[in-house]
C-alpha cells in the first residue's frame, strides 16, 4: 500500500512548514487529489491516522480536495471533466483517449499553531 510512504511524506511536509514557522501544533492539512493519481482516499486518511500518532499533527485534521481530469474527445470535440482514465464521450459515445490533468497530489494548505 504506497499510501502509507505517502502519508509519512505529507507528515514530512508539514512538520517541516510548522518548524520553518516556529509553530507547535499542526491543526489541518488540505490536499488536493487529482482523480488520476493513483491514490485511494479512504486507505491515505486511514494511514494518515497512524502517521500522525506521537507529532505535533497528532490532532490534525486530513481535507481532501479531489480535482478532475479534463477529457477530450477527438470525435466530436467536446471537452468534459474525468474521473477516471477509461471514459466515454458524454456527447457521442465514442472511448476518450485524450485526458489532461488530475494527477496531482500536492498539500495546498496547512493551518498551524
Same mark, same amino acid.
Given at each position: &500500500?504506497?499510501?502509507?510512504?505517502?502519508?509519512? %511524506?505529507?507528515?514530512?511536509?508539514?512538520?517541516?512548514?510548522?518548524?520553518?514557522?516556529?509553530?507547535?501544533?499542526?491543526?489541518?492539512?488540505?490536499?488536493?487529489?487529482?482523480?488520476?493519481? *493513483?491514490?485511494?482516499?479512504?486507505?491515505?486518511?486511514? $494511514?494518515?491516522?497512524?502517521?500522525?500518532?506521537? @507529532? /505535533?499533527?497528532?490532532?490534525?485534521?486530513? %481535507?481532501?480536495?479531489? @480535482?478532475?481530469?479534463?477529457?477530450?474527445?477527438?470525435? $466530436?470535440?467536446?471537452?468534459? /471533466?474525468?474521473?477516471?482514465?477509461?471514459?466515454?464521450?458524454?456527447?457521442?459515445?465514442? &472511448?476518450?483517449?485524450?485526458?489532461? *490533468? *488530475? @494527477?496531482?497530489?500536492?498539500?495546498?494548505?496547512? %493551518?498551524?499553531?
Amino acid at each position: &500500500m504506497h499510501e502509507m510512504s505517502i502519508a509519512l %511524506n505529507i507528515i514530512d511536509i508539514v512538520l517541516e512548514a510548522a518548524k520553518q514557522e516556529h509553530a507547535e501544533r499542526i491543526n489541518s492539512i488540505e490536499m488536493e487529489i487529482g482523480a488520476l493519481a *493513483g491514490v485511494i482516499p479512504e486507505a491515505l486518511s486511514f $494511514c494518515f491516522t497512524e502517521a500522525q500518532k506521537n @507529532t /505535533p499533527a497528532a490532532q490534525a485534521q486530513i %481535507n481532501f480536495k479531489f @480535482t478532475p481530469a479534463e477529457a477530450f474527445c477527438p470525435a $466530436c470535440e467536446h471537452r468534459f /471533466p474525468a474521473y477516471e482514465r477509461a471514459v466515454l464521450c458524454p456527447k457521442c459515445g465514442d &472511448m476518450v483517449v485524450q485526458l489532461s *490533468g *488530475g @494527477t496531482a497530489l500536492k498539500v495546498k494548505k496547512i %493551518n498551524i499553531d
